[in-house]
């Protein structure tokens, strides 16, 4: 019986504190880049609880979902990676902040909060540097984003 291939779902919490973004930074096949914090869903997982453990997993931090912000797609050019990205927006829980580290797995590099600024000089995955701008600003940002590969 022939595989069926089905789109990877990750979440992932934008968390702004004094007009900063929390990101993590992650070494794969010797290439640095950042991410929000998260990751994927578990089967039989809601999106709010694989959020709140891959948050826990990465940060240390204990978090509540605020709400939904927004969707985009990472479709590799060879078509062997299909990932959903679910974007929502995140507040720790008080005192929590005292707690944050980076978590244990090896691809993680560095957890640091970044302001407008830094977004525009890193190598960002996907490449959502507009819309964390768009945020940090308070403005308004399309829920579809549609598709982005950045190689």
Known sequence: MEE???????VAGILIENNKILLIEHLKKNKKYWL???????????TAEALIREYKEETNLDITVEKFLFLSETIAPDKKKHVINLYFQIKI???????????????????????????????LYPNIKTQLIQLLNEEKIAPYLGLLWDK
């Open 36 to 46: 929000v914090p998260g990751g994927g869903v578990d089967w039989g997982e809601s």
């Open 93 to 123: 829980i008080k005192n929590s902040i005292y707690n944050m580290k980076l978590g244990d797995e090896r691809n993680l590099t560095d957890l640091k909060f970044i302001t407008k600024e830094e977004i525009e000089n890193i190598k």
């Open 4 to 10: 069926t291939l089905r789109p990877r779902v990750r």
